[in-house]
Nanobody, 121 residues
Framework: QVQLVESGGGLVQAGGSLRLSCTVS????????MGWYRQAPGKERELVAV???????NYAESVKGRFTISRDNAKNLVHLQMNSLNAEDTAVYYC????????WGGGMEYWGKGTLVTVSS
């Protein structure tokens, strides 16, 4: 059974920084793409950043230049460094990963339960 567990959320003042981490555990053959999504109150869940197995990255326009996604393949971790936070970044942040539990196939998508980030203005 595969589990994704996020950590690092909390309350921060505008202009501050937070670093989110997501640990993947369970029966894993390979972790393909990993990413972070967020859902603000009353809004749809949106992509924040994604990183491929080859570490190419893609970011939402709203976070480019402020957020950095990285991964540690040896430890099955993905991080999201968030700088220059503002009130619009307030949301529940979810870890996402496409994981193969067997050597064949493209894998399945898994989600963490989310961690709340609150930015006070």
């Amino acid at each position: 059974q595969v589990q994704l567990v996020e950590s690092g959320g909390g309350l921060v003042q505008a202009g501050g920084s937070l670093r989110l981490s997501c640990t993947v555990s369970g029966s894993i053959f390979r972790i393909n793409a990993m990413g972070w999504y967020r859902q603000a109150p009353g809004k749809e869940r949106e992509l924040v950043a994604v990183i491929s197995i080859s570490t190419s990255t893609n970011y939402a326009e709203s976070v480019k230049g402020r957020f950095t996604i990285s991964r540690d393949n040896a430890k099955n971790l993905v991080h999201l460094q968030m700088n220059s936070l503002n009130a619009e970044d307030t949301a529940v942040y979810y870890c996402n990963a496409v994981i193969q539990t067997v050597p064949w196939g493209g894998g399945m998508e898994y989600w963490g339960k989310g961690t709340l980030v609150t930015v006070s203005s």
